[in-house]
């Protein structure tokens, strides 16, 4: 078998690279969990024709088929299956299957891997995780988890500046600022602005005006105002003022999204001051939001696009009889750690677990380093005995190539044990009953780099 | 969207049994990384012709195609693409493909879903998760490797008897035994006799017997003498003494065999008492096995099937310059957990993370609530707001019906707060930057059901 080349689009990670997304990981559930989210995974699976409900995703679903159909074999019952390529399909779905189970409003995080069969690009892949949280209820959902959500995910991604992942801003607009405002105007094709607005990043606002007008029924004063709204953007309420006195006059729809879009920054003024930005060019593609929407970008890396997404929806989840609205947010966790290592940003204290190399003196004496592993191993320090009774000048590079700081020699008697911390060459006596490395040296730490 | 059906052979768990999952998936990688093993993931497909090196596995395997290949764009240069059916294959690729840039012995654990095209049938599922600890070798790999990791397993399937998982036992052979044993009767199509002593279990003596005879050019001697030596078990060295007796006339292959299984069998009646036995029976359908093999039943549940499989391999990764042999040991999480959960003996202690409620009087003072809250998860309380200002009593029902065992009541100012033990109706005077719950009551438990 030839050296096997990486497939483009589906990142892997070295063990140090693995070890840094691992924490990342962590880091996201503990904050999630600290916010009485319950983690759920769902399978990687859905009929094709609950991934294609929205249609313009089509093209990215992987399509599954069992290598050999067997002639006598049943066919699958549940018909075509595809990857999913989100998780708030499955999420959805999955709401729908065991709401008799759930108790609403159901607060779930699900940190899976999603398959896109995109064209690879920088920070877009066809294989990645991502990280989300919604909450969903039963019929109805108040306004103020909109407002909570983002927030977790600023303390979520806060809690990551320690290990230098640079600070961000989450930017936020509301659907019905934008469609109250879009009809009072007078355009009423508003699936039409919006999706032409969410292009104004890419193409600039003279195209977009262009598009406006020969795509959604505007003029070219219509088409000035949609651009104007979408320029306005600040941290504080002074933006309410400036969107009320663009629109002239105001409408319910217009009213009840600028007294959202206010509450929103006002709390997160208090709890996460500087990290929310009302910007009202946010659009978000995808038509199922209904409320508030959310992109965030890195700063200093704005150019990665947004990594961490989402938004309000009262429509997705439905049964017929029950609909289950929610708001939710996704971050792109792989787009943000292969930048994180592409970018030299962070890294790994070592590339093994392991604090302790245990020396083996002659193999016949091997038992006698397993067990002094075992005892430090019981009190929760990581160790690894070393593979062979190499001359210790080579077990010791053995531990420095991996970066672990601790090789540990077996005496005649447990009295006569040594470790020696092989940065500073320090060797001492030690026990492995009561030994115990620094805190900063008992698991790999990431850090900023 | 009518209520969605659960897919036969892709499981899903509701909270409380994920989060009994998530403690397994903990336990089990706590456990690796004490001993030292980095935690890798590699993407889930592979190319086709990889995944069907080995010939016998072709029709489990899912393929992938995109649901719109577009006429312009440029084909996967990698050709077809399959769901990897287990993580051996993809760990040996990753070897490959990174040997530079890896330190040699490699220790790691996987954990991850694969997926196989299988008739679903009681603990065999079409989508899965494994959890693998392999140790790899450039050009060698000691044998002391192939005592080390069932132990590690022992230790990680160990620590699950404290929520209530059942004793173990790992089931070990050696190739080299049957293979030494099987050429000195005059037998040489061991794959052949391997292959149908591996079916004993399904179909029994008489007719393994039978297809020894028919595929495996055995005559009825040596086809008792096979079942005779599949027939020895036991955890200490008498059974050394057995396969020497049965076979009579030794061989280099077969002393050698017989060395390592001894040796292997008096460290676990060391390291791991009454968890290790010899089986000579096990036998592993795949062929890549050189040395050790091992399978494990949990006692009590036999009829599962193992729970954690693997063995020595010498030839799985070679790229012609270098070869790379290993052993490693793979747990079966679906198939246990799905046991744990359907059979009633594990259960969570709540299904939500949060151990606290915090009340809200009205949507008025929502911000003293999320106040509380924010105080109480900054010294790692996990904690959740009610949803509404409902009357206190519905608020209770709300935590009752989630376990969470707190409820925290806002007062006028905050040397007015109360917290409320919902199962004693206990309420005391609280501070939320002192008051902690029990150990006990802080996160979710697992524990024996």
Same mark, same amino acid.
């Given at each position: 078998?030839?050296?096997?080349?990486? !497939?483009? $689009?589906?990142?892997?990670?070295? *063990?140090?690279?693995?070890?840094?997304?691992?924490?990342?990981?962590?880091?996201?559930?503990?904050?999630?969990? !600290?916010? /009485?989210?319950?983690?759920?995974?769902?399978?990687?699976?859905?009929?094709?024709?609950?991934?294609?409900?929205? $249609?313009?995703?089509?093209?990215?679903?992987?399509?599954?088929?069992?290598?050999?159909?067997?002639?006598?074999?049943?066919?699958?019952?549940? /018909?075509?299956? $595809?990857?999913?390529?989100?998780?708030?399909?499955?999420?959805?779905?999955?709401?729908?299957?065991?709401?008799?189970?759930?108790?609403?409003?159901?607060? %779930?995080?699900?940190?899976?891997?999603?398959?896109?069969?995109?064209? *690879?690009?920088?920070?877009?892949?066809?294989?990645? @995780?991502?990280?989300?949280?919604?909450?969903?209820?039963?019929?109805?959902?108040?306004?103020?988890?909109?407002?909570?959500?983002?927030?977790?995910?600023?303390?979520?991604? /806060?809690?990551?500046?320690?290990?230098?992942?640079?600070?961000?801003?989450?930017?936020?607009?509301?659907?019905?600022?934008?469609?109250?405002?879009?009809?009072?105007?007078?355009?009423?094709? @508003?699936?039409?602005?919006?999706?032409?607005?969410?292009?104004?990043?890419?193409?600039?606002?003279?195209?977009?005006?262009?598009?406006?007008?020969?795509?959604?029924?505007?003029?070219?004063?219509?088409?000035?105002?949609?651009?104007?709204?979408?320029?306005?953007?600040?941290?504080?309420?002074?933006?309410?003022?400036?969107?009320?006195?663009?629109?002239?006059?105001?409408?319910?729809?217009?009213?009840?999204?600028?007294?959202?879009?206010?509450?929103?920054? %006002?709390?997160?003024?208090?709890?996460?001051?500087?990290?929310?930005?009302?910007?009202?060019?946010?659009?978000?593609?995808?038509?199922?939001?209904?409320?508030?929407?959310?992109?965030?970008?890195?700063?200093?890396?704005?150019?990665?696009?947004?990594?961490?997404?989402?938004?309000?929806?009262?429509? !997705?989840?439905?049964?017929?009889?029950?609909?289950?609205?929610?708001?939710? !947010?996704?971050?792109?966790v792989s787009r943000l750690v292969s930048r994180l290592l592409s970018g030299g940003l962070v890294t790994a204290t070592r590339s093994v677990p392991s604090a302790v190399l245990v020396a083996v003196s002659n193999e016949e004496a091997r038992d006698r380093s397993d067990a002094v592993a075992t005892a430090l191993r019981a009190r929760g320090i990581p160790v690894e005995v070393a593979p062979s009774a190499a001359k210790f000048g080579k077990q010791i590079r053995h531990a420095d190539?991996?970066?672990?700081?601790?090789?540990?020699?077996?005496?005649?008697?447990?009295?006569?044990?040594?470790?020696?911390?092989?940065?500073?060459?320090?060797? @001492?006596?030690?026990?492995?009953?009561?030994?115990?490395?620094?805190?900063?040296?008992?698991?790999?730490?990431?850090?900023?780099?």
């Amino acid at each position: 078998m030839a050296r096997p080349t990486p !497939l483009s $689009g589906f990142p892997e990670w070295l *063990p140090d690279g693995r070890i840094v997304e691992q924490h990342v990981l962590d880091v996201l559930r503990r904050t999630f969990e !600290l916010h /009485g989210f319950v983690g759920i995974e769902t399978r990687a699976v859905e009929p094709l024709d609950q991934l294609l409900r929205k $249609g313009e995703t089509s093209k990215e679903v992987y399509v599954l088929r069992r290598l050999q159909e067997e002639a006598g074999a049943e066919p699958d019952r549940a /018909g075509t299956l $595809g990857l999913h390529f989100d998780l708030t399909v499955p999420f959805a779905r999955y709401v729908l299957e065991n709401a008799g189970h759930l108790a609403f409003p159901f607060r %779930r995080y699900q940190i899976q891997k999603v398959w896109r069969g995109e064209r *690879p690009q920088d920070g877009r892949f066809r294989e990645f @995780v991502q990280a989300d949280i919604d909450v969903v209820g039963a019929g109805a959902l108040p306004y103020h988890y909109e407002v909570e959500l983002p927030l977790v995910m600023a303390e979520a991604l /806060g809690a990551l500046r320690a290990i230098g992942v640079p600070p961000v801003r989450i930017l936020v607009n509301n659907r019905k600022v934008a469609e109250g405002f879009y009809r009072g105007l007078g355009l009423t094709d @508003v699936e039409s602005v919006l999706r032409n607005i969410d292009k104004l990043d890419k193409i600039g606002a003279d195209a977009v005006a262009a598009l406006l007008v020969a795509e959604a029924g505007a003029d070219e004063t219509q088409a000035r105002a949609c651009l104007e709204l979408a320029a306005i953007s600040g941290s504080d309420e002074s933006v309410i003022d400036r969107v009320r006195a663009l629109a002239g006059e105001s409408n319910d729809l217009l009213d009840e999204g600028l007294a959202e879009l206010g509450a929103l920054i %006002r709390a997160a003024a208090v709890r996460a001051p500087g990290v929310v930005v009302a910007d009202l060019k946010i659009a978000r593609g995808l038509d199922y939001y209904t409320g508030t929407v959310y992109e965030t970008i890195l700063v200093g890396h704005e150019q990665l696009g947004s990594i961490c997404s989402g938004g309000r929806y009262d429509t !997705l989840a439905s049964d017929g009889a029950n609909t289950y609205p929610g708001v939710g !947010l996704s971050i792109g966790v792989s787009r943000l750690v292969s930048r994180l290592l592409s970018g030299g940003l962070v890294t790994a204290t070592r590339s093994v677990p392991s604090a302790v190399l245990v020396a083996v003196s002659n193999e016949e004496a091997r038992d006698r380093s397993d067990a002094v592993a075992t005892a430090l191993r019981a009190r929760g320090i990581p160790v690894e005995v070393a593979p062979s009774a190499a001359k210790f000048g080579k077990q010791i590079r053995h531990a420095d190539r991996r970066g672990i700081p601790f090789v540990w020699f077996v005496g005649e008697d447990q009295s006569a044990d040594q470790v020696k911390d092989i940065r500073s060459g320090e060797q @001492v006596d030690a026990d492995a009953a009561t030994w115990t490395p620094d805190d900063a040296d008992l698991w790999p730490r990431v850090v900023p780099a």
